[in-house]
């Protein structure tokens, strides 16, 4: 499975930036979608999750300014971000929970793509 994440770059705070991330390879179905981010020496934490069924799951800190959808059409999932703080730079990395021919569940991560926020 890959996945192949764009949309990162540098923004002013207040700005906007909308990060994609299309799956593709060898899989039955894909449960979630998501997005997650890590700073240098910090532990990968969770901005947002999708299912397949639309459910959604934010980080506290991005309630109300950041929006996850996707097209599952497309296996693609979708970060649009709004109102970005500096605080928000980080490398974004796409996450996906996907069910192979096996019927086993696995997760796999994109390659990152980095936002950064300046003042």
């Known amino acids: 499975v890959q996945l192949q994440a764009s949309g990162g770059g540098l923004v002013q705070a207040e700005g906007s930036l909308r990060l994609s991330c299309a799956a593709s390879g060898s899989f039955s179905s894909i449960r979630l979608m998501g997005w997650y981010l890590q700073n240098p020496g910090k532990r990968r934490e969770l901005v947002a999750t999708i299912t397949t069924d639309g459910i959604t799951n934010y980080a506290d800190s991005v309630k109300d300014r950041f929006t996850i959808s996707s097209d599952n059409a497309k296996n693609t999932v979708y970060l649009q971000m709004t109102s970005l703080k500096p605080e928000d730079t980080a490398v974004y990395y796409c996450?996906?929970?996907?069910?192979?021919?096996?019927?086993?569940?696995?997760?796999?991560w994109g390659q990152g793509t980095l936002v950064t926020v300046s003042s």
């Open positions: 996450y996906v929970v996907v069910t192979g021919p096996d019927r086993f569940q696995r997760a796999y």
